[in-house]
Structures are given as structure tokens and as C-alpha cells.
């Protein structure tokens, strides 16, 4: 898969740093099972994205 992060050729690494976390795409990722959702959160996170989590609907629209 595909990381959802770049990197800037010549840039310094803070620089670089600071970019990537621009870069990153932000996810809502919505379970009622804490031990799912620190799965998937865990995957999400290593395949570059930024994960927001939440245990229901009603946490995940706040």
C-alpha cells in the first residue's frame, strides 16, 4: 500500500518532519469494541494515517 506521506528532497529533517504531518490524511475511525478499535487504529496509523478514534456515533460527531 501506498504511504500518504511525501517527503521534500533538500529539506531539512524537522522541515521534512513538520511536512509529512501536514501530509498525513486524517481518519474518524468509530468502535464499540476498545480492543478493535486499537487494532485497526494501530494498522491505520502504520499505513501513514492519522487516526481519530471513537467508541460511538455520538463521540464521533463531537
Do not use: C, F, H, I
Not at 529533517?13 to 468509530?30: F, W
Not at 476498545?34 to 478514534?53: F, H, I, W
Amino acid at each position: 500500500m501506498e504511504s500518504k506521506t511525501r517527503r521534500t528532497a533538500g529539506a531539512s529533517p524537522a522541515s521534512q518532519a513538520a511536512q509529512a504531518d501536514e501530509d498525513l490524511v486524517d481518519v474518524l475511525l468509530v468502535e464499540d469494541d476498545p480492543s478493535v478499535l486499537e487494532m485497526y487504529r494501530l494498522k491505520l496509523e502504520l499505513d501513514g494515517y492519522r487516526v481519530n478514534t471513537a467508541l460511538d456515533g455520538e463521540e464521533g460527531l463531537k
